[in-house]
């Protein structure tokens, strides 16, 4: 790489493309490259990212999203999000997604994470970075942000913001790559995501950021959270519904004078008893006994009528479940894996590893993913 970079033929950019891919695969090959392409970048016009947009600029980018999480943070918020971000789009990388995971493993610190994501969200939001040429002008991110933010207080379906999504069709459209194959991106999806963008920084105040960012690191925890909470809810309504007295309705009757001798016959004709009683001599009959006669019949300092409540046996809150080493294998290789499978950016698998380890108490985690000198790559521990 020299201190300036010379223009491309076609054929020479099917060349580089090789070479390139070849380089990528190794990581100490992909961080040489990258520290020169920055280099010359760093200090690069205007004009030159344009003049290089489809080769060096392309694979600066490239190896920037790639390798994201290792870079510093200077990088990260003045070169990949306030200049690459429309490049990365078309390279096809989820640009929300590897964010949220640089913010998550960056810091643990909420004060810190909330400072991290002011910068990266003021880095976007007055973004340079060249999206393509309207009225023989430049257009930037900034100029898309701008207008996106009037169109937000409209209505959606009006003709102006229709008006406006065709027109930033027609100026990415209108940027001729020399090297299509290489660059392949859905125009729709490209607004779409850069839209999203938008309306994310827009949405999501700083204090909020690392509750936002927890919920994406760690869906599955969130989830069992919820449930739990929901059983500790549930579980409390019905040991309320169980524990408060059901209100009985109480027929009044009429007060009636009458003998003690008759109020005892006609109890004997009309309710039940479980046991023998001895009152003035008169013959007892099994029958059922109410709590009206045993109130009657009893001795007076056993006149008191009991009530029996059950008490709810409560269940014991589960234990919240550690993930399995085969959960943790497959979140890693879902967020981490390429499409062949292979796991990238391992500086990041062994920063998740260890918050795992912590978090579940298992030092045995840290080294769930490991080198095998023998095969001469990373391997699982399982």
Request: proline share 4%.
């Amino acid at each position: 790489m020299t201190a300036k970079l010379a223009q491309l033929t076609v054929d020479q950019v099917v060349e580089k493309e090789k070479e390139f891919q070849l380089m990528i695969a190794d990581p100490k090959k992909a961080e040489e490259t990258w520290k020169e392409l920055h280099e010359f970048f760093k200090n690069a016009t205007f004009s030159d990212v344009q003049k290089h947009w489809e080769t060096y600029w392309r694979w600066y980018t490239e190896l920037t999203w790639k390798r994201l999480n290792a870079l510093p943070e200077d990088a990260v918020v003045n070169v990949a999000v306030a200049l690459q971000i429309p490049m990365a789009l078309m390279l096809n990388y989820d640009v929300w997604e590897r964010l949220m995971w640089y913010l998550g493993l960056r810091t643990y610190e909420e004060k810190e994470l909330a400072s991290l994501y002011v910068k990266i969200r003021d880095a976007f939001m007055n973004s340079r970075a060249f999206l393509g040429k309207s009225n023989g002008k430049d257009y930037v991110v900034r100029d898309f942000v701008e207008k996106v933010k009037i169109l937000e207080r409209k209505d959606e379906d009006s003709i102006e913001t229709a008006e406006f999504y065709d027109k930033i069709r027609t100026i990415i459209k209108e940027q001729s790559c020399i090297v299509n194959k290489y660059i392949e991106v859905d125009i729709n999806d490209f607004i779409k995501s850069l839209r999203s963008l938008v309306a994310f920084f827009l949405g999501v105040k700083p204090e909020n950021a690392p509750s936002v960012v927890e919920i994406f690191m760690y869906p599955e925890l969130i989830e069992a959270a919820e449930k739990t909470e929901e059983y500790l809810k549930n579980l409390e309504e019905e040991k309320e519904e169980v524990l408060e007295p059901k209100k009985e309705e109480v027929v009044e009757t009429p007060f009636v004078e009458e003998k003690p001798a008759e109020i005892i016959e006609e109890l004997k004709e009309e309710l039940a008893v479980e046991e023998k009683v001895e009152l003035e001599k008169i013959e007892e009959v099994p029958v059922e006994k109410t709590v009206v006669e045993e109130a009657l019949v009893a001795p007076a300092e056993e006149k008191v009528i009991p009530t029996k409540i059950t008490k709810p046996i409560l269940e014991e809150k589960p234990e919240e479940s550690k993930m399995s080493l085969e959960d943790i294998k497959k979140m890693i290789e879902s967020r981490f894996a390429d499409k062949e499978g292979k796991i990238e950016n391992i500086e990041s698998v062994f920063t998740l590893l260890n918050s795992i380890a912590d978090d579940q108490k298992d030092e045995s985690l840290r080294e769930l993913y490991y080198f095998d000198e023998e095969k001469g790559d990373f391997t699982w521990n399982i």
